[in-house]
């Protein structure tokens, strides 16, 4: 019995890395169950497993999946009911997101944002490819970057073409277990080359005609850093599905809706037409800013459209 770390999962197989830095191809004992989570993989990378190693052909069999200390899940799309673990064990998550080339939503980001907050881990914003932007793109950035910061969310100003806060975010992710999301195109897989030399992964240029990227990576990989720790580069998503929230939870998601609910006249309000309502108050008077409070709107109306 040995224990390891898997750092790749490919639905049924597995890469375990164990006794420091060996690194052995796993399957699943068939009765293996993981309790508590319903999802379409039982194990995710960032899991810490034991295994019967086979010293003849030198693969393992995982026989069990130790306790997590968290995990955050996505959903193939907003609706869907299939949910899958994207990774364990995370010390924080980082969604990166460009101005232009391709532009990210705010909806994006505050889902993502929402489902790390639901997952209780923290979660930074790295806005990439500055060295593209002009003055226009420059003031968006700049804008948003108030918005989260306000908030409380960690933002970094990066590029990988002039290297501008490299260093920074380098020493953030630092002997930590760092998951990177972000839609496709805006540079994941190139921060990890520039970052670790020797992963020599695949980058792509991003398709003009759809100002996207063509979804290069295709499961969540956990690389080491010479720097100490983990990246885990996720697969190019176009969307990030909120896992299942009880309706009256969303708001608990979004800390400054959250923060300013206790001042609700009603212990359940939603921050809809109910009177009395603070959140409203807050966003008529800029407090909360009314993009925030329209990706919560969005959010619920998901919630609605599942019971009907
Ligand atoms: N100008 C500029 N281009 C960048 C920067 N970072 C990445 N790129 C380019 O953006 C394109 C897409 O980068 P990738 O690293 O493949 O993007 P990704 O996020 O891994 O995309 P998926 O794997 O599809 O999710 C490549 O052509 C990179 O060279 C940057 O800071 N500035
Ligand atoms: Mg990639
Ligand atoms: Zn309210």
């Known amino acids: 019995m040995e224990k390891g770390l898997v750092i790749k999962s490919t639905g049924s197989r597995y890469k375990v890395l164990f006794d420091q830095g060996k690194i052995v191809d796993c399957t699943i004992k068939g009765k293996l169950r993981v309790k508590e989570i319903r999802t379409t993989n039982p194990i995710a990378v960032g899991d810490h497993v034991l295994f019967d190693y086979n010293t003849v052909d030198f693969t393992g069999i995982i026989t069990e999946v130790l306790d997590r200390k968290n995990y955050i899940v996505r959903k193939s799309s907003n609706l869907s009911k299939h949910s899958q673990i994207l990774a364990a064990n995370l010390d924080q998550v980082f969604l990166m997101v460009t101005i232009i080339l391709p532009e990210t939503p705010v909806e994006f980001i ?16 790295i806005f990439n490819k500055t060295d593209l932007y002009g003055e226009r793109e420059l003031k968006r950035m700049e804008f948003l970057i108030a918005l989260y ?7 970094f100003r990066l590029s990988l073409v002039t290297g501008e806060n490299t260093a920074l975010l380098e020493n953030t992710m630092k002997n930590k277990i760092n998951l990177l ?11 990890l080359n520039l970052f670790n030399p020797t992963l020599n992964l695949k980058t792509e240029e991003i398709s003009d ?14 690389h080491p850093m010479p720097f100490g720790g983990y990246i885990i580069d996720t697969p190019g998503i176009r969307g990030f599905g909120v896992i299942d929230m009880d309706r009256i939870e969303i708001y608990h998601f979004f ?12 212990y359940n309000c939603l921050h809809l037409e109910e009177p009395g309502c603070a959140v409203r108050s807050s966003v008529e ?16 109306e998901d919630d609605n459209r599942k019971y009907r």
């Open 110 to 125: 505050d889902r993502f944002l929402a489902t790390a907050e639901a997952y209780r881990v923290p979660a930074k914003i």
């Open 149 to 155: 910061s306000k908030i409380g969310y960690e933002c």
């Open 181 to 191: 999301s972000g839609n496709s195109g805006v540079g994941k897989t190139t921060l």
């Open 209 to 222: 005609y759809h100002k996207q990227g063509k979804h290069i990576t295709t499961f969540p990989e956990m």
């Open 255 to 266: 800390p400054e809706i959250f923060r300013k609910s206790n001042e609700c006249r009603f």
């Open 285 to 300: 008077n800029g407090d909360i800013d009314p993009l925030r409070y329209r990706s919560y709107l969005n959010i619920l």
